[in-house]
């Protein structure tokens, strides 16, 4: 098998390196806490799901066999810690939250449909964005807007943006780490990429 | 192809998921389509608005203790 980059992290960690696990836990912390708030509501239970995460892979790392890469491993127990986190507070948890809509299998148009004409091209086109100020697309306004379309997403939908777009893993990696089919997970993204960008869309006008 | 079904094939085409043919009648719209062209510059926008969300610092109590987890990690005896 050839060497991936992770390779020589692993064998850093395991060596005992903390600049090599600080470096991790410093790069990886955005994502996780990404994660982590799709199921938890306030952000000092995420940081303990995240903290809960580190401590478990630790616990984990030398039974850890390199099957997937060392990011998928990690991201994988992130979702678990998450999820068992998430099953424990639910209880605590109003009623109609879980029961959120989900479109998330569904094959129902993304865009508007009054935006298209008869024959099936644009009535109302998308604004050209080129002329938006990037300095205003990545305003910490922008972003809590994006942050918070994210929150609102169905889990589904949520998991698989946040793992595809935050973390940056491959289409691939997503299917394997949530158990999904390649064309649910793609059919997830794009509903998911399509609901940030109208939000994008109404706040850019 | 028309527009409302190029929308929904974005993300596909994105991760290079279409058919050799189904890409071609992609490209080919897209080519002619300043609509379809500016929706998906958006998409693509909006994928990399997502990516900033990964830049988070860690809390300064939080990066410590998780340190001194792995000093206690690194001194327990290994198998």
């Known amino acids: 098998m050839s060497r991936r980059p992770e390779d020589s992290e692993l064998a850093a960690l395991r060596a005992g390196d903390e600049a090599a696990f600080q470096a991790l836990v410093q790069r990886y912390h955005g994502p996780l806490?990404?994660?982590?708030?799709?199921?938890?509501?306030?952000?000092?239970?995420?940081?303990?799901?995240v903290q809960e995460t580190w401590l478990t892979c630790?616990?984990?790392?030398?039974?850890?066999?390199?099957?997937?890469?060392?990011k998928t491993w990690i991201f994988g127990i992130a979702l678990?810690?998450?999820?068992?986190r998430r099953r424990k507070d639910s209880r605590l948890l109003p009623f109609a939250?879980?029961?959120?809509?989900?479109?998330?299998?569904?094959?129902?148009?993304?865009?508007?449909?009054?935006?298209?004409?008869?024959?099936?091209?644009?009535?109302?086109?998308?604004?050209?964005?080129?002329?938006?100020?990037?300095?205003?697309?990545?305003s910490r306004e922008t972003l809590d807007r994006v942050r918070s379309a994210i929150d609102r997403l169905p889990a589904r939908q949520r998991?698989?943006?946040?793992?595809?777009?935050?973390?940056?893993?491959?289409?691939?990696?997503?299917?394997t780490v949530l158990a999904i089919t390649p064309e649910n997970q793609?059919?997830?993204?794009?509903?998911?990429?399509?609901?940030?960008?109208k939000v994008l869309e109404e706040y850019l006008r | 192809m028309i527009c409302r079904e190029v929308v929904e094939l974005?993300?596909?085409?994105?991760?290079?998921?279409?058919?050799?043919?189904?890409?071609?009648?992609?490209?080919?719209?897209?080519?002619?389509?300043?609509?379809?062209?500016?929706y998906l510059e958006q998409l693509r926008r909006t994928r990399s608005v997502i990516g900033r969300l990964a830049a988070e610092a860690v809390p300064a109590a939080l990066e410590a203790e998780l340190l001194s987890a792995f000093r206690s990690w690194r001194s327990e005896p290994r198998p």
């Open chain 1, 33 to 49: 806490m990404r994660v982590a708030m799709g199921y938890v509501r306030d952000r000092s239970t995420a940081e303990d799901v």
């Open chain 1, 58 to 70: 630790l616990r984990s790392l030398d039974r850890f066999e390199g099957r997937s890469s060392l």
């Open chain 1, 80 to 84: 678990n810690v998450a999820r068992a």
């Open chain 1, 97 to 138: 939250s879980l029961f959120k809509r989900d479109d998330s299998e569904s094959s129902a148009p993304t865009v508007d449909p009054r935006r298209f004409a008869a024959d099936g091209m644009w009535r109302t086109p998308p604004d050209d964005w080129s002329n938006v100020p990037e300095s205003h697309v990545l």
């Open chain 1, 159 to 175: 998991e698989v943006i946040i793992l595809r777009d935050v973390a940056g893993f491959d289409a691939q990696a997503v299917s």
């Open chain 1, 186 to 197: 793609r059919v997830r993204l794009h509903r998911a990429r399509a609901a940030v960008r």
């Open chain 2, 10 to 38: 974005m993300t596909d085409y994105l991760d290079g998921a279409l058919s050799d043919l189904d890409r071609a009648r992609f490209e080919d719209h897209i080519a002619g389509c300043k609509g379809c062209t500016a």
